[in-house]
C-alpha cells in the first residue's frame, strides 16, 4: 500500500478530503503537521476526517458575516468573545471542529482572557457560523458538542439551526438575536456588499440594527 504524507498533498480551493479510520492520536498529529497558520479547515467526528480547502467566496462570506454578528453585538452592548476558526475538540466525545467563525456571548466571562479552551471544562462556543458553498457541514459535531446555536449560508440563504433537548431544530429566528430578522438581513446585506463596498455595506448595516433597537425599522 502506498503512503503519503501530508505535505505531499495538494488541495486547491474549494476541494474537501474525506478520511475513515484515523484515531484521535492521528487527528491531533495531523493538525500539528499543518500547523496553526494554514487554509484548510478540519472537521473531526469518530474516526472519520474532512479537511476543506476554501474558496475566496467562503472566506469573503464568512468575514463579513462575522463582521454582521460583531455589529449587532455592539450596538445591543453585549460582550462577546470572537475566536474566528479555533479548533474545539473534545477527546473523551472523539469530535473535533473548526468553525469559520465563532462567538462566546453568554459565556464570554468564562472564557474572557483564555489564550485556549478545553472543551472537558470550558463551554463551547454559543454561536457557530458554516460557509457551506463547496461543501455541506457533513457532520453534527456542534450538536455533539453543545453549541447552542449553529448559521449556515450557502450563498444565498442563512439557515438558523438552535439547539433543543440535545437536537438542532432548524428556526426562523436566532435564540441569540431573538428580535432582530438576522436570516433575512445578513444575506441581503452580504449581496449588498458585492455592489456597494464593505465600508458602505457595513454603515448601512449598522443604521439598520439601531433602527430595529429603537423601534423605527423591521
Not at 474558496?55 to 450596538?75: D, P, Q
Amino acid at each position: 500500500m502506498i503512503q503519503l504524507e501530508f505535505n505531499q498533498i495538494v488541495m486547491k480551493p474549494g476541494q474537501v478530503l474525506l478520511l475513515r479510520d484515523i484515531n484521535w492520536q492521528k487527528f491531533e498529529t495531523i493538525l500539528d503537521d499543518f500547523g496553526e497558520t494554514r487554509a484548510t479547515r478540519f472537521s473531526y467526528s469518530k474516526g472519520m476526517l474532512e479537511i476543506m480547502a476554501p474558496l475566496a467566496v467562503h472566506e469573503t462570506g464568512k468575514k463579513i458575516i462575522g463582521n454582521m454578528v460583531e455589529i449587532i453585538l455592539e450596538e445591543l452592548d453585549i460582550e462577546f468573545w470572537a475566536l474566528g476558526s479555533t479548533t474545539f475538540k473534545n477527546e473523551e466525545m472523539a469530535q473535533g471542529i473548526e468553525a469559520d467563525e465563532c462567538f462566546y456571548i453568554e459565556n464570554e466571562a468564562v472564557v474572557r482572557g483564555k489564550d485556549r479552551i478545553d472543551l472537558v471544562i470550558d463551554p463551547p462556543p454559543d454561536l457557530a457560523i458554516e460557509i457551506d458553498i463547496s461543501s455541506r457541514t457533513r457532520f453534527d459535531n456542534y450538536e455533539e458538542l453543545g453549541v447552542r446555536e449553529l448559521w449556515r449560508f450557502d450563498g444565498e440563504s442563512l439557515e438558523i439551526s438552535v439547539l433543543q433537548d440535545g437536537r438542532y431544530v432548524i428556526s426562523d429566528d436566532s435564540f441569540q438575536f431573538p428580535n432582530i430578522p438576522v436570516a433575512e438581513a445578513i444575506p441581503r446585506y452580504l449581496q449588498k456588499s458585492k455592489v456597494d463596498g464593505r465600508n458602505v455595506t457595513m454603515r448601512a448595516f449598522r443604521a439598520w440594527v439601531r433602527g430595529i433597537i429603537d423601534g423605527d425599522e423591521y
